[in-house]
């Protein structure tokens, strides 16, 4: 009984990060390997990085040689 408040105190915060939306990140995706790119800071551009974490998801500049700022496969919602 002594450790339910801090039980309670876990499980909220696991809770408040689990359903915290992901912050988008500026920079560029491209669905195709480069032939198509998206500027992900442009308004109405919906994106996810997901699975899997190998591949490479947002770039710094619309070049897949430009240093990556996210891992994930690039993907419009």
Same mark, same amino acid.
């Given at each position: 009984?002594?450790?339910? @408040?801090?039980?309670?105190?876990?499980?909220?915060?696991?809770?408040?990060?689990?359903? !915290? @939306?992901? #912050?988008?990140? +500026?920079?560029?995706? !491209?669905? +195709?390997?480069? &032939?198509?790119?998206? +500027?992900?800071? *442009?308004?109405?551009? &919906?994106?996810? $990085?997901? #699975? @899997? *974490? %190998? &591949?490479? $998801?947002?770039?710094?500049? @619309?070049?897949?040689?430009? *240093?990556?700022?996210? %891992?994930?496969?690039? &993907?419009? *919602?």
């Amino acid at each position: 009984m002594k450790h339910l @408040p801090a039980l309670a105190a876990a499980v909220a915060v696991t809770l408040a990060l689990a359903f !915290t @939306p992901k #912050e988008a990140v +500026d920079g560029f995706g !491209t669905p +195709d390997g480069g &032939e198509t790119w998206y +500027d992900t800071s *442009q308004p109405g551009i &919906e994106y996810e $990085c997901n #699975e @899997p *974490q %190998t &591949e490479n $998801c947002i770039y710094a500049l @619309p070049d897949t040689n430009s *240093q990556v700022l996210q %891992t994930g496969r690039f &993907e419009l *919602q």
